[in-house]
Nanobody, 119 residues
Framework: QVQLMESGGGSVQTGGSLRLSCVAS????????MAWFRQAPGKERELVAA????????YYADSVKGRFTISRNNDQNTAYLQMYNLKPEDTAVYYC????????????WGQGTQVTVSS
């Protein structure tokens, strides 16, 4: 069974930066769309960014465009979320997830990492 392990969360002040990492076990990492979701207390989980296997096509939620960058290293089975100019509204538990390209559902999820942005 594939495991996804996030790291890199923490507490920063408004305007700060963090980089999240997600290491995936298993094979054929390049075949999967890797994504980052987040869930704040009392809110629904939302898709923040996603990146297909070649790394050429990315999706970003409007709320993070221009501030967050998703990337991946297929040789190291790792996906990243670089976050700049963080705002208090970015505070949430961040989860990485994967799915086969073309599928509607993400089939594997990490345990989550907390990001807290103070004003």
């Amino acid at each position: 069974q594939v495991q996804l392990m996030e790291s890199g969360g923490g507490s920063v002040q408004t305007g700060g930066s963090l980089r999240l990492s997600c290491v995936a076990s298993g094979r054929a990492f390049v075949m999967y769309v890797m994504a980052w979701f987040r869930q704040a207390p009392g809110k629904e989980r939302e898709l923040v960014a996603a990146l297909e296997g070649t790394g050429r096509h990315a999706y970003y939620a409007d709320s993070v465009k221009g501030r967050f960058t998703i990337s991946r290293n297929n040789d190291q089975n790792t996906a990243y979320l670089q976050m700049y100019n963080l705002k208090p509204e970015d505070t949430a538990v961040y989860y990485c997830a994967r799915k086969i390209r073309g599928e509607s559902s993400y089939d594997s999820w990490g345990q989550g990492t907390q990001v807290t942005v103070s004003s």
